[in-house]
Antibody
C-alpha cells in the first residue's frame, strides 16, 4: 500500500527558504504515470495547491507562488521535495504531500506543520 | 486568478439530505475539470471521497455521491450521519494547475 510521509524543519525564520521532503513507500515515484504534489493549509483556513511534479520531471506551480517555489524528484531515494523561498508568516501552514493523476488526488501524507517565526 | 467557490457552511439534520456545490469563476464546471471531493475532520489530513465528478473510492460510503448540477460540481450526502460533520473541499483541474475550493463546513444538527 502506497504511503507518503512529509519531513523537514518545523520552524523557519522569515526570509529564509522552507525545505520539505516527501518520502514515498510501497511504490515507485519514477516508474508509474503519476504526479506528485504539495498542498498546504494555513491555520484555520482552507487547502491550497502549491505545485506538482510529474514522474518525468515536468513541474507545475500555482501562479502566485511560482517565483518562490521549486519542486524536485529524487528517484534514488524515492522522494520528492519542496523548496519555498523568502518565506513570511503567511507561509505558516500544515504542508501535505500527495500522489495524484490529472483526475484523482488519492493518496495523502499526514502533513507536517511549518511555522515561520 | 481562478477562484473556486463553495458554500461556506451548511447545516443538515441527521438522516437528511444535503448538496454541496463547487463553482468556477471561469464558467460552468464540466467533467473536463475532473472534480474531486475531500472530507476533512479536525487534526486530520483530507480524505478523498469522489474523483472524476462521480467516481467513488473503495472506502467512500454509498451515501456520498457526486454529480454536475446547474454548471457546478456537486456532492450529495443522503441519509446524513453524525460522523459526516466535517469540512468538505472540492478540487478542479485547470489545464496544468489545480485549484481547491474554499471549503464547506457541514454541521449535523
Amino acid at each position: 500500500q502506497l504511503q507518503l510521509q512529509e519531513s523537514g524543519p518545523g520552524l523557519v525564520e522569515p526570509s529564509e527558504t522552507l525545505s520539505l521532503t516527501c518520502t514515498v513507500s510501497g511504490g515507485s515515484i519514477s516508474g508509474d504515470d503519476f504526479y506528485w504534489g504539495w498542498i498546504r493549509q494555513p491555520p484555520g483556513k482552507g487547502l491550497e495547491w502549491i505545485g506538482t511534479i510529474y514522474s518525468s520531471g515536468n513541474t507545475f506551480y500555482k501562479p502566485s507562488l511560482k517565483s518562490r517555489v521549486s519542486i524536485s524528484l529524487d528517484p534514488s531515494k524515492n522522494q520528492f521535495s519542496l523548496k519555498l523561498s523568502s518565506v513570511t508568516a503567511a507561509d505558516t501552514a500544515v504542508y501535505y504531500c500527495a500522489r495524484h493523476s490529472l483526475s484523482d488526488m488519492d493518496v495523502w501524507g499526514r502533513g507536517t506543520t511549518v511555522t515561520v517565526s | 486568478q481562478t477562484v473556486v467557490t463553495q458554500e461556506p457552511s451548511l447545516t443538515v439534520s441527521p438522516g437528511g439530505t444535503v448538496t454541496l456545490t463547487c463553482a468556477s469563476s471561469t464558467g460552468a464546471v464540466t467533467s473536463g475539470y475532473y472534480p474531486n471531493w475531500f472530507q476533512q475532520k479536525p487534526g486530520q489530513a483530507p480524505r478523498p471521497l469522489i474523483y472524476r465528478t462521480t467516481v467513488k473510492h473503495s472506502w467512500t460510503p454509498a451515501r456520498f455521491s457526486g454529480s454536475l448540477l446547474g454548471g457546478k460540481a456537486a456532492l450529495t450526502l443522503s441519509g446524513v450521519q453524525p460522523q459526516d460533520e466535517a469540512d468538505y473541499y472540492c478540487l478542479l483541474y485547470f489545464g496544468g494547475a489545480w485549484v481547491f475550493g474554499g471549503g464547506t463546513k457541514l454541521t449535523v444538527l
